[in-house]
C-alpha cells in the first residue's frame, strides 16, 4: 500500500476539494469550512457502483445473492475503515480539536465516511473510470477475501439493522426438538417490524439461519420475511 502522502497526491485532486474530503464535520463546525459529507455521500454511491461492476465482471459464475452478500461485506464500515488504516489516512484528517483529543480519527464511521468522501471527490474530478480503478486497486484484497469466506449473516445483519434502523436485531428461541443429545433448535430474528426463522443442531447455527433470512430479505434479496408477531 502507498503512503497516505503519496496515495492522496496520486490521486491528482483540486487542493480544495481534496480538504473538503478530509474535512470532518467538527473541524468545519469551528472554522466555517465545508465537511466532507457531500462527498461521502456521491462516494458512497460511485463506490457501490464501482464494486458492483468489479464483482460482475471477476465473478461470472456467481448468482445475484452471493454478489450483493459480498459487496454489502466489502463496502461496510468496518472494512472501509481497515482499508483507511492501512493508509495512514487517519493522519490526515481534519478534525475539531475535543474529536481529535476524543480519538475520533480511529473511529470506524469516520475513517469510513473519510474514505467514501476521497471516492466522492475523485468520481467528481475524473469520472466513473477513474473511481473504479481506485476501487480496484484499494479493495481488490477485500474482494477476493470475502468472495472466499463463509459469511457471518449475524454480523452483516447487525450492519445493516445499526445503518438502517439504528438498533440491534433481536434473536429468541421458539422451540426445541429431539433428544438432549440431538436437539433441533428454532430461533426467530427480528428487527424493523419483520421477523424469519431459522433452524439449527444449536443455538447459534439456528441463529445464522435466522440471521442470513432476515439479512436477505431486508437487504432486497430472494428470501421473503414472515410477518412480525
Known amino acids: 500500500m502507498l503512503p497516505s502522502e503519496g496515495f492522496l497526491s496520486s490521486l491528482n485532486l483540486p487542493p480544495e476539494l481534496l480538504r473538503e474530503a478530509l474535512t470532518h464535520a467538527s473541524h468545519a463546525n469551528e472554522t466555517g469550512l465545508s465537511a466532507n459529507e457531500r462527498l461521502e455521500f456521491l462516494g458512497d454511491a460511485a463506490l457501490s457502483l464501482a464494486v458492483t461492476e468489479l464483482?460482475?465482471?471477476?465473478?461470472?459464475?456467481?448468482?445475484?445473492g452471493e454478489l450483493t452478500r459480498i459487496r454489502a461485506v466489502v463496502v461496510s464500515r468496518p472494512v472501509l475503515a481497515e482499508v483507511a488504516r492501512?493508509?495512514?489516512?487517519?493522519?490526515?484528517?481534519?478534525?475539531?480539536?475535543?474529536?481529535r483529543e476524543a480519538g475520533a480519527q480511529e473511529r470506524n464511521s469516520v475513517l469510513a465516511a473519510a474514505l467514501e468522501a476521497l471516492f466522492g471527490a475523485v468520481f467528481w474530478t475524473h469520472g466513473y473510470p477513474a473511481a473504479r480503478d481506485l476501487a480496484e486497486k484499494l479493495l481488490s484484497p477485500e474482494i477476493e477475501r470475502y468472495a472466499q469466506a463463509t459469511?457471518?449473516?449475524?454480523?452483516?445483519?447487525q450492519e445493516l439493522v445499526q445503518a438502517r434502523?439504528?438498533?440491534?436485531?433481536?434473536?429468541?428461541?421458539?422451540?426445541?426438538?429431539g433428544p438432549e443429545h440431538k436437539k433441533?433448535?428454532?430461533v426467530e430474528a427480528w428487527a424493523g417490524g419483520q421477523s424469519t426463522l431459522g433452524r439449527g443442531r444449536s443455538k447459534k447455527e439456528a441463529e445464522q439461519a435466522a440471521a442470513k433470512r432476515l439479512y436477505l430479505a431486508l437487504g432486497g434479496g430472494e428470501t421473503e420475511a414472515l410477518p412480525a408477531a
Open 184 to 186: 433441533v433448535f428454532t
Open 165 to 177: 434502523f439504528g438498533g440491534l436485531p433481536e434473536y429468541r428461541v421458539v422451540e426445541e426438538e
Open 86 to 99: 492501512r493508509m495512514g489516512l487517519g493522519g490526515h484528517l481534519l478534525l475539531g480539536k475535543g474529536a
Open 151 to 157: 459469511p457471518d449473516y449475524k454480523s452483516l445483519l
Open 55 to 64: 464483482l460482475f465482471r471477476r465473478f461470472p459464475e456467481r448468482e445475484e
